[in-house]
């Protein structure tokens, strides 16, 4: 995985409907809801994807692949199911209140995304946090 220097503002359309968007999906897990809609107009949107062009110089965060129109948005943790390898099962929720979280997305290739890296996200240690109630902080990914 290469290292990625990013504008630490994020661009405006996450800076404008991230937090509402958000809100609802923390909402929607409080209400016991464990399966989630993203909205890929917003973690997707055109001017998100042309800033990560920009800070990953049009190369894949994990292949190094030039990356051109169909380069996908990809979430370092994945924001809809998680696992810790191939063997395991799929968690129910993934990392949803990290969907819009600008830290979260990078620029991949399409075959990184969905072939090798999908909703892959292992962990050093088996303290995964599991919800919006828990940090993140302390787990220690085995992708950097």
């Keep these: 995985m290469i290292r990625i ?8 359309v996450l800076a404008e409907q991230s937090i509402a968007a958000t809100q ?3 909402e929607q ?11 890929a107009k917003i973690y997707a949107a055109p001017q998100v994807k042309a800033v990560l062009k920009l800070a990953q110089h049009l190369k ?3 292949c190094e692949r030039t990356v051109g129109e169909d380069g996908h948005i990809e979430h370092f943790r994945p924001k809809g199911a ?9 968690s129910e929720s993934g990392y949803y209140w990290l969907a819009y979280e600008w830290a979260n997305l990078l620029l991949s ?4 995304n969905v072939r090798h890296k999908a909703n892959l996200f292992p962990l050093a240690s088996p303290n995964r946090a599991v919800s919006h109630h828990e940090s993140v902080e302390t ?3 085995l992708f950097h």
């Design 29 to 39: 897990y409080d209400a016991g809801k464990r399966t989630f809609n993203f909205d």
């Design 60 to 62: 894949c965060c994990f």
């Design 5 to 12: 220097h990013r504008e630490s503002i994020p661009p405006p």
């Design 139 to 141: 787990e220690m990914p």
């Design 24 to 26: 609802k999906l923390c």
């Design 82 to 90: 998680v696992r810790q390898d191939l063997e395991s099962p799929r």
């Design 109 to 112: 290739c399409a075959d990184c």
